[in-house]
Structures are given as C-alpha cells and as structure tokens.
C-alpha cells in the first residue's frame, strides 16, 4: 500500500470513527462490540481501497460497512426471545419507537454523537472518567491527546478508561438515550468533552499541522446542536460563543505554508466578522440567562476582547487580565493563572507578568508543559534578556510534540541568539 493512501485512510478514519462508532452503539447498545465493528469496518478499508481506490463517499462506505456487520450480530441475535418488531427496527438501523411523552433524548434531536455523549457521560462514572472515556470513544482524541489536555500521565489515562468501560459493563447501564430530566447532571461532562476537542483542534498537540480544523468543525456542529436542545443553559452558549469566537480567526492563524502566525502578528481583516457576529450574540444569551461567572462564558468574554479590537495594539488586555483572574477564582487551574500571567504582561509590564510565571515554576502538572517555558521566554524576550529567553525558547521546543510550535519555538530561540549577539 502506498504512504499516501495509508495516510489518506488515517485521516478519514480520525474523523469519522466517531460517528460509525455512534451508530453501531445506537443498534447494538454495546460498546466495546461497536468498537470492534467500527475496526473491522477500517480493516475492510484497508484491504479494499488501495486496491479498488477510494469510494465517492468514503464516510458513507465506512458507515454502511460497519452497519451491515452489526446487521448481521443483530440478525444472530433473533435466536433469543426478543420481540419481532424490536429486531425489525434494529435491522434497519433505527432507534425502537416509544411514546412521544417518554422525554428521551431520542426525541428531542437526531444526532448520533451528541447523544451517545450523554449516554457514556453516565453519573455512574467520576466526572474525569467520563470525560476522558467520551474523549476517546467520541471525540477522536487518542490516549496520549487526552492525556496531555488532563496534563496527566498517559498510563493514568488509559486506566480510566478501561475502568470506566468495566465500570459500565458491571453496573449494567442502559443504552437508552437519558430523559430530558436527567440531562443537566450530565451536562458539564459533556460541555467539557466539546470544548477539549475544539482545543485539540485548534491548537494541535502533536504532528505535523499547527491546527486539526475538522474537530474545530465538529465540535462547534454539536455545540449549535446544544445550543438548540438546552437553551435555557447559559454555559451551552458559553461555550459555543467561545468556540465561535476562536474559529473565527482560524484564516488568520497560520502563513501559506503552513507556519503558525501569533495573534498580534493576526491580519484582522481575515477574521471572520459573521461569525464574530455569531460569538458576540451566543455570549450575550449567556449573560442574559445569568451565567455571566460561567468558566466558559468568562473565557468567551476574554476572546470578545480580541474580536473587538480592530488592532492589536487596541486590545483592553486591563480587562482580560481581570476576567482571568475570576476565572481564577471560578475555575482555579495553573493554566488558567499561566494565561492570566500573559495578560497581566501586556497590560501591566513584562516584569510583573514574569513574577507570576515563577509562581507556577514548581507546579508537577506543568512541568512538561511546554506554554510554561515559552511564556517566560516570550516575557523575558520583552524585558531584553535575550540569553535566558533563548533558553527557555529552545526548552519550549524540546517539551512540544507539535512540529509547527516546535519550529516556531526554534525560530524564536535563534532570533533571540542573533539579537544577544548584535
């Protein structure tokens, strides 16, 4: 098979295992069997493309495929007392009718992945349990992905997962989309779920692309997708003004070949102003529904800031450094004071947001997180300390395992280097 076919198939698989995942847990309501289904379908894959070359439709070849194994599970399963019309309505790949008033999430939207989310999202799970089972199931993050958005070690990961799966299995748990009353003890689970794989897609960390635009996509479809079946919960659209508001500077993020462009190098003018249009209005519904101290509602605040700003020297960085430092309090995390670090540099000096960087020096989360070092160096670099910015640059790009962020860290490091010694 040739490299580039083997990578093509990669690619589609990354973004559509999620939803052939979902549909052969709908038919089967049994994970780990949907999982192995969902892989034979990309063992098929792999036997047939490269020989036959790639379908019109690659996704609906994966789906179909995968869902003519289940049919015939399904079809094995008629040796069992089970009711006709029930197997009837599995074989066709359809969710069995209930009454209308039952509440089910079934009735409320037609979405596969969003609600499976709800379904692995169960309260029988701890909260980081199920997340990083959605996650790796859902979300199209891999195990090492997750891990480092927990900033925990991959193995740690990995053990809650299968705990989580066995956790699952031993207390039995319904398949059945949850009632509309028990959506909002799962609601966080799943807000955070969408948010870690918008990140992961906005800021890729690792390979060789500077973003992974395709989770972006689908991250920001099942937040309009809540958006529309909650929408008396202010963080739905906490989130989703967040997520709109990032996306839409993804045109200016990155030079034509490819290199990532900080956001005060940006050309504003390629920021997309409707979908800023659309961020500014989701915000504002969820400061209307009173979630104006909402973690995802404050974090949108703060990219309103920047959508606002026409140049970069015009951002109100006093604003965002005290909206970080309620998210602080709201949401404490060492992230969040690293972010808060940033703005407290631009809006009150170099030196004092470096006061807070040495803070976190001895934080164990951070200590292969590679934001840590390359906020410092970019602090130092504005004081002229140019030897100890190269530094902490060249630690930067040793700690990513992002190929962009790593050759940007290297660049920052020489010109630092060039300017020590001119």
Same mark, same amino acid.
């Given at each position: 098979?040739?490299?580039?076919?083997?990578?093509?198939?990669?690619?589609?698989?990354?973004?559509?295992?999620?939803?052939?995942?979902?549909?052969?847990?709908?038919?089967?309501?049994?994970?780990?069997?949907?999982?192995?289904?969902?892989?034979?379908?990309?063992?098929?894959?792999?036997?047939?493309?490269?020989?036959?070359?790639?379908?019109?439709?690659?996704?609906?070849?994966?789906?179909?495929?995968?869902?003519?194994?289940?049919?015939?599970?399904l079809?094995?399963?008629?040796?069992?007392?089970?009711?006709h019309?029930?197997?009837?309505?599995?074989?066709?790949?359809?969710?069995?009718?209930?009454?209308?008033?039952?509440?089910?999430?079934d009735?409320?939207?037609?979405?596969d992945?969003?609600?499976?989310?709800?379904i692995?999202?169960?309260?029988?799970?701890?909260?980081?349990?199920?997340?990083?089972?959605?996650?790796?199931?859902?979300?199209g993050?891999?195990?090492a992905?997750?891990?480092?958005?927990?900033?925990?070690?991959?193995?740690?990961?990995?053990q809650?997962?299968?705990r989580?799966?066995?956790?699952?299995?031993q207390?039995?748990?319904?398949?059945?989309?949850?009632?509309?009353?028990?959506?909002p003890?799962?609601?966080?689970?799943?807000?955070?779920?969408?948010?870690?794989?918008?990140?992961?897609?906005?800021?890729?960390?690792?390979?060789e692309?500077?973003?992974?635009?395709?989770?972006?996509?689908?991250? $920001? /479809?099942?937040?309009?997708? %809540?958006?529309?079946?909650?929408?008396?919960?202010? *963080?739905?659209? &906490?989130? !989703?003004?967040?997520?709109?508001?990032?996306?839409?500077?993804?045109?200016?993020?990155?030079?034509?070949?490819?290199?990532?462009?900080?956001?005060?190098?940006?050309?504003?003018?390629?920021?997309?102003?409707?979908?800023?249009g659309?961020?500014?209005?989701?915000?504002?519904?969820a400061?209307?529904?009173?979630?104006?101290?909402?973690p995802?509602?404050?974090q949108?605040?703060?990219a309103?800031?920047?959508?606002?700003a026409?140049?970069?020297?015009d951002?109100?960085?006093?604003?965002?450094?005290?909206?970080?430092?309620?998210?602080?309090?709201?949401?404490?995390?060492?992230?969040?004071?690293?972010?808060r670090?940033?703005?407290?540099?631009?809006?009150?000096?170099?030196?004092?947001?470096?006061?807070?960087?040495?803070?976190?020096?001895?934080?164990?989360? $951070? /200590?292969?997180?590679a934001? %840590?070092?390359?906020?410092?160096?970019?602090?130092? *670099?504005?004081? &002229?300390? !140019?030897?100890?910015?190269?530094?902490?640059?060249?630690?930067?790009?040793?700690?990513?395992?992002n190929?962009?962020?790593?050759?940007?860290?290297?660049?920052?490091?020489?010109?630092?280097?060039?300017?020590g010694?001119?």
């Amino acid at each position: 098979m040739s490299s580039d076919v083997h990578r093509t198939i990669e690619t589609l698989w990354r973004m559509e295992a999620p939803r052939v995942l979902a549909v052969l847990t709908r038919m089967l309501r049994d994970i780990d069997l949907a999982e192995e289904l969902a892989q034979d379908a990309l063992v098929a894959a792999l036997e047939y493309w490269p020989r036959d070359g790639l379908p019109d439709n690659p996704a609906a070849w994966l789906t179909a495929t995968a869902k003519r194994r289940a049919i015939d599970r399904l079809r094995q399963r008629q040796l069992h007392q089970r009711k006709h019309t029930e197997i009837a309505y599995e074989l066709e790949g359809q969710a069995v009718p209930g009454p209308d008033s039952d509440g089910h999430l079934d009735d409320a939207v037609g979405d596969d992945l969003l609600r499976l989310m709800f379904i692995a999202c169960h309260p029988v799970l701890p909260r980081e349990s199920r997340v990083a089972l959605t996650l790796r199931l859902l979300g199209g993050l891999t195990t090492a992905e997750i891990a480092r958005a927990f900033l925990q070690p991959e193995a740690t990961v990995a053990q809650r997962i299968v705990r989580a799966k066995r956790t699952l299995a031993q207390q039995q748990v319904s398949y059945d989309p949850p009632r509309r009353g028990d959506l909002p003890e799962r609601l966080d689970a799943v807000l955070e779920v969408i948010y870690l794989v918008f990140n992961e897609g906005y800021s890729a960390s690792a390979g060789e692309d500077w973003m992974r635009p395709a989770l972006c996509t689908e991250a $920001l /479809r099942l937040g309009r997708v %809540l958006a529309g079946l909650m929408p008396q919960a202010p *963080e739905v659209f &906490g989130l !989703l003004a967040l997520m709109e508001l990032q996306a839409s500077r993804t045109a200016a993020r990155t030079a034509a070949d490819g290199t990532p462009v900080l956001l005060e190098a940006q050309q504003r003018a390629r920021w997309d102003r409707l979908q800023i249009g659309r961020g500014l209005q989701a915000l504002e519904r969820a400061v209307q529904l009173g979630g104006a101290q909402g973690p995802y509602t404050l974090q949108a605040g703060i990219a309103a800031c920047h959508a606002r700003a026409l140049r970069s020297e015009d951002t109100d960085w006093t604003r965002i450094a005290a909206l970080y430092a309620v998210l602080a309090q709201v949401s404490p995390s060492p992230v969040v004071q690293l972010n808060r670090a940033v703005a407290l540099g631009r809006a009150a000096g170099a030196q004092v947001g470096l006061a807070l960087v040495d803070t976190l020096a001895g934080e164990a989360s $951070l /200590r292969d997180y590679a934001a %840590l070092p390359a906020v410092r160096g970019d602090l130092l *670099e504005r004081l &002229g300390r !140019l030897d100890e910015a190269r530094a902490c640059f060249e630690q930067a790009a040793a700690l990513t395992r992002n190929a962009r962020e790593s050759a940007q860290m290297q660049a920052r490091a020489l010109a630092c280097q060039a300017g020590g010694t001119a």
